[in-house]
């Protein structure tokens, strides 16, 4: 039997996927041409669905992509006038900032500590970035972005455009879509399936934006890619099942707003087992920092390897930490694909330490 995986990804399925997998075979969509009405409709319906279940603007257009990761050289390419800056504390944030000064470098970064919120009103970012890079859940260290701070950057930057990035967030968390012109993720963390499909969201003052801008010619330009959005089909020969595999999650999932609550009740649960615990501790300190959707928890080199390898008799994996964070901690993924008699066998086994 397949061990249960807390692991912030490619992290567990839902129990339905095999279900759904037998839909798209007796339905024809393994074979589904990607310019064929089917496939139209699949698209149609998926974009309806964000917006009705993760409340996500109307006149936002949603893009498929082969990861989270690609949508960095998209953006770069196609939305950045002069230059981006990137806001960041992890490693996926800086790997962002890094692809994207390869493309252009004129792009600038700002370090945080994992502990330190975003001051807004201390920022100087340069006047000629037009686009500002914020990696609203870092799933290398478990921090967050709170919606609100998004809020204020948007206040005191409304000249400037916000991408953000919500890979292991998105689906597993309210984000309030309307604050940023650019989002984006990928479906094997909070969307519960298999690795394979990134997401983008672009709002109209975007697709605006990637008209004024022109770029054009490149295989992910994005002037091509909203030109075959516009009939509901992709530029490429996309990831069919794993559209539809989407489509259906988000048929079978409550609004974000049912999601949102359950995600902060087991994270709460979570943290309150950590801080009552002597040998677990909190790789972010600083609760306001802390992601509600990746749980990061530190120790010596010695008791990490012994929970983790305790967890694994049990038939459980949890996440390893990631880059320099390796040795020292582990993570839990707190996603909806967990089912509550999953989460209690957790919360039990971490008890014990």
Not at 170 to 185: H, K, R, T
Not at 243 to 250: A, D, G, N
Request: aromatic share 10%.
């Amino acid at each position: 039997m397949a061990k249960i995986t807390f692991a912030p990804g490619p992290s567990k399925v839902y129990d339905a996927v095999p279900a759904y997998f037998q839909d798209a075979y007796t339905q024809g969509i393994l074979s589904a041409n990607h310019r064929s009405g089917q496939f139209m409709d699949i698209y149609r319906d998926t974009e309806r669905l964000f917006k009705e279940k993760l409340a996500v603007p109307e006149d936002y257009r949603l893009l498929f992509t082969s990861s989270a990761t690609e949508n960095w050289e998209i953006i770069t390419q196609s939305l950045v006038t002069h230059s981006s800056y990137h806001i960041y504390s992890g490693s996926f944030g800086k790997k962002w900032f890094g692809f994207a000064q390869h493309i252009n470098p004129a792009a600038q970064a700002m370090v945080l500590d994992k502990n330190r919120e975003i001051d807004v009103d201390s920022l100087n970012i340069p006047t000629d970035a037009d686009v500002l890079a914020i990696t609203q859940n870092e799933t290398s260290n478990a921090t967050q972005v709170k919606n609100s701070v998004l809020e204020s950057l948007v206040s005191a930057y409304p000249d400037k455009m916000l991408a953000v990035d919500t890979t292991s967030s998105m689906a597993g968390i309210y984000l309030d879509f309307s604050l940023a012109d650019i989002w984006y993720a990928s479906v094997q963390k909070c969307f519960g399936l298999p690795a394979g499909l990134g997401v983008l969201l672009l709002s109209s003052k975007a697709v605006e934006k990637v008209a004024t801008i022109g770029e054009h010619g490149k295989y992910n330009s994005l002037s091509f890619m909203l030109e075959n959005a516009d009939n509901y089909q992709t530029h490429y020969t996309p990831n069919v099942l794993g559209i539809y595999f989407l489509k259906r999650v988000l048929e079978d999932m409550p609004s974000i707003k049912h999601v949102h609550e359950k995600t902060e009740s087991r994270m709460q649960e979570l943290e309150r087992l950590v801080s009552a615990s002597a040998s677990l501790d909190f790789l972010v300190s600083n609760e306001a920092c802390r992601s509600r959707t990746v749980l990061g928890v530190s120790g010596t080199e010695g008791f990490i390897k012994e929970i983790k390898k305790a967890a694994d008799d049990q038939g459980m994996t949890l996440g390893g930490g990631y880059g320099p964070l390796k040795p020292t901690s582990f993570r839990i993924a707190n996603f909806p694909a967990i089912t509550d008699a999953e989460f209690d066998r957790l919360v039990s086994f971490l008890k014990s330490y």
